[in-house]
């Protein structure tokens, strides 16, 4: 089964930027959509961002919406999150995941439909 490693996390004040990256194991990568996820101290883990497997549809929920950017490079398999003008409420440990299925069209954020967790990466948004 893949697994996939975040990296890139860390701590910035408000209006700071950091990018986000996440190493796939090269065996679907490349055919599958990633997600991108983020779980806050005593709230449930949610979906921040979907990219498809070709990079060319993305999905985002409202509240980052035009400061984060999904992306990929699947000849280095590779998915990033670049997050830009960063919140408080953007504290979290973020995960990404891939998508079960292969060349799926739709993009998911049914996060039991996402498998390869991998540990996490912590940022910290200090206002």
């Known amino acids: 089964q893949a697994q996939l490693v975040e990296s890139g996390g860390g701590s910035v004040q408000a209006g700071g930027s950091l990018s986000l990256s996440c190493a796939g194991d090269?065996?679907?990568?490349?055919?599958?959509?990633v997600g991108w996820f983020r779980q806050a101290p005593g709230k449930e883990r949610e979906a921040v961002a979907v990219i498809n497997w070709k990079g060319s549809e993305s999905w985002y929920v409202d509240s980052v919406k035009g400061r984060f950017t999904v992306s990929r490079d699947n000849a280095k398999n590779m998915a990033y999150l670049q997050m830009n003008n960063l919140r408080p409420e953007d504290t979290a440990v973020y995960y990404c995941a891939q998508d079960s299925g292969e060349y799926r069209t739709v993009l998911s954020i049914i996060q039991s439909l996402y498998h390869g967790w991998g540990p996490g990466t912590q940022v910290t948004v200090s206002s």
């Open positions: 090269g065996r679907t990568f490349g055919s599958v959509n």
